[in-house]
Nanobody
Framework: QVHLVESGGGLVQPGGSLRLSCAAS????????MRWYRQTTGEERELVAH????????IYADSVKGRFTVSRDNAKNTVYLQMNSLKPEDTAVYYC???????WGQGTQVTVSS
């Protein structure tokens, strides 16, 4: 059975950092591309970061370039999103996704506020 479980969200002040984790089971992340999306109430999900199966090629939304980094730990079968210099507009529910399989996690809330 396939599961994607996100964790690491929370409340952080502007300028702070968080690291989100996406632990996968039922499939191997190093054999496929993985994505992070985010969504705020009333808005469509926005693609934040994409890591290709080679683990080195990555794509970021313009709004997070230079601040967010997507990475992967093959031994832990886990994908991460390191978020630095957080802004209030980064507040959203963040979702992990395996685009070629159609798998989604349940999401983790990130709130950036003073």
């Amino acid at each position: 059975q396939v599961h994607l479980v996100e964790s690491g969200g929370g409340l952080v002040q502007p300028g702070g950092s968080l690291r989100l984790s996406c632990a996968a089971s039922g499939f191997t992340v190093r054999f496929t591309a993985m994505r992070w999306y985010r969504q705020t109430t009333g808005e469509e999900r926005e693609l934040v970061a994409h890591i290709f199966s080679d683990g080195s090629s990555k794509i970021y939304a313009d709004s997070v370039k230079g601040r967010f980094t997507v990475s992967r730990d093959n031994a832990k079968n886990t994908v991460y999103l390191q978020m630095n210099s957080l802004k209030p507009e980064d507040t959203a529910v963040y979702y992990c996704n395996a685009p070629l399989n159609g798998y989604w996690g349940q999401g983790t809330q990130v709130t950036v506020s003073s």
